[in-house]
């Protein structure tokens, strides 16, 4: 640390140079903080977390497969339904099969999420238990 002794005609010199002693406090000061927050903030509760698995879809004849274009219309293989409640009675009349079939929807990219959360609803409305999403799996590079 220097220190400046005025000359003896009594006129201050203005002193060019930053005092960086507050800005060095300060940094070491956050960075004391850091290092005693960041071991709080990382502690985790151990759980085993779900393995994530892309099973390829079985196609068999009891399945349904409700498909829903770009506009929101509905489709049972390709049969088109009216009405939300038109599906729900179909769905309600299949949903007491033994084994239950499994309910695949197809949505397309650019349909609105309500139209496939209609079909979600209706299948728990049905009483449908398993219900999946079709997609398409990413190109390989």
């Given at each position: 640390m220097a220190m400046h002794i005025a000359d003896g005609n009594g006129e201050d010199e203005v002193v060019a140079t930053i005092n960086t002693t507050p800005l060095v406090d300060v940094m070491l000061v956050l960075l004391i903080i850091f290092l005693i927050?960041?071991?709080?903030?990382?502690?985790?509760?151990?759980?085993?977390l779900p393995k994530e698995?892309?099973?390829?879809?079985?196609?068999?004849?009891?399945?349904?497969?409700?498909?829903?274009?770009?506009?929101?219309?509905?489709?049972?293989?390709?049969?088109?339904?009216p009405s939300n409640e038109d599906l729900v009675?179909?769905?309600?009349?299949?949903?007491g099969r033994n084994p239950q079939p499994e309910v695949h929807?197809?949505?397309?990219?650019?349909?609105?999420?309500?139209?496939?959360?209609?079909?979600?609803?209706?299948?728990q409305r049905a009483g449908i238990v398993k219900v999946g999403f079709i997609t398409e799996p990413p190109a390989r590079n």
């Open positions: 927050t960041i071991p709080v903030v990382t502690q985790t509760v151990p759980v085993t698995t892309n099973v390829v879809t079985i196609t068999k004849p009891e399945n349904i497969l409700l498909s829903v274009n770009r506009d929101g219309e509905v489709f049972w293989n390709t049969l088109r339904i009675t179909r769905l309600k009349a299949v949903s929807i197809r949505g397309d990219q650019e349909a609105r999420y309500e139209a496939i959360g209609r079909i979600v609803f209706a299948c």
